[in-house]
């Protein structure tokens, strides 16, 4: 079998890639560019079609063998179907990518939405990343990466919860990153600030973003990621973000930060 090994990742992991919430988006973004690379591929997502459709295309395009592995992360269970995955396939790389948010005012986000928001975003994460690292380390290879934001730098108002289970991932990746650091199994936590996916055009935010909110493609994103996993443990991927990071998470006091965030989110919903 042909592979291109553009980033050199399946060589370095082996085994199949996992990628969450691949359906779309910027897990869509990670599957293409772990295909390109040569890997085989695990593709979790409740989005049955669209799966199942990616799948087919990678599998033609790359001559890997792809799974659509359909299910929804956020129901009990996972720790059983995550066993069993792990039976039946080695995971190299592990993509920690689906997650969801709901922007409104923390109250107005009704307690289950709250709930769902946490069990996709934390608890998922950490079912997957404790089930499938060990196997990793036992090996002594692997490669672990989890989707965190930009605004879990800081916290955010109208995405409050989000931004807390965002700040969540970024913490456990860079704990993890120093745990494991020399024991062939990498980790990293990838900060994106806006990309343009569904959910951010179907909330209109791309319209109105004011000069110092950069938009970015799902494939930076996922690219920048691929590229920095083994080198650092947290990674904002492009220039304008990290230059807009450095300014409101590591310069300007805390709470000045969060009063431009509240105008700029307001400035995007019209309010
Ligand atoms: N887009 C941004 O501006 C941005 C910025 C920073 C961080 N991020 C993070 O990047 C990651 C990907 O976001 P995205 O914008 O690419 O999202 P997206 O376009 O909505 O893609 C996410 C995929 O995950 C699926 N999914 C959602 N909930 C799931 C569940 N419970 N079980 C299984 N699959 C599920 C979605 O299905 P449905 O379509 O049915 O929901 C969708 O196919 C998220 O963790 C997000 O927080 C995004």
């Not at 956020?74 to 689906?98: M, Q, S, T, Y």
């Not at 109208?158 to 931004?163: P, R, S």
């Not at 289970?165 to 600030?193: F, H, Q």
Request: aromatic share 6%; with cysteine; charged share 20%.
């Amino acid at each position: 079998m042909e592979h291109s090994e553009k980033l050199g990742l399946r060589a370095r992991y082996g085994g199949y890639a996992l990628v969450t919430g691949a359906a779309r988006g910027i897990g869509r973004a990670f599957a293409s560019q772990l295909a390109e690379d040569g890997f085989d591929l695990l593709l979790v997502d409740r989005e049955g079609e669209e799966t199942i459709a990616l799948a087919e295309e990678l599998s033609a395009a790359h001559q890997i063998d792809v799974r659509s592995l359909i299910c929804n992360l956020a129901e009990p269970g996972l720790e059983n179907k995550a066993r069993k995955w792990l039976d039946e396939f080695e995971i190299g790389l592990l993509v920690n990518n689906a997650g969801v948010s709901v922007l409104d005012s923390f109250f107005d986000i009704s307690l289950d939405a709250h709930l769902r928001t946490l069990d996709l975003n934390c608890r998922a994460t950490l079912v997957l990343t404790h089930i499938v690292g060990k196997a990793m380390a036992a090996r002594g290879r692997g490669g672990i990466v989890i989707v965190s934001s930009a605004s879990g730098l800081s916290g955010s108002p109208y995405v409050c919860n989000y931004a807390a289970t965002k700040g969540y991932g970024l913490n456990l990746a860079c704990g993890l990153w120093s745990e494991l650091r020399g024991s062939g199994v990498d980790v990293i936590a990838v900060c994106p600030g806006m990309t343009d996916t569904k959910p951010v055009r179907d909330q209109s935010l791309g319209k109105e973003l004011p000069f110092y909110v950069p938009i970015n493609g799902p494939d930076v994103v996922a690219l920048g990621a691929l590229c920095a996993l083994g080198k650092r443990p947290a990674l904002i991927p492009t220039v304008a973000d990290r230059m807009s990071a450095g300014l409101l998470s590591k310069i300007f006091p805390r709470g000045w930060t969060l009063s431009i965030m509240k105008r700029s989110i307001e400035k995007m919903r019209g309010g």
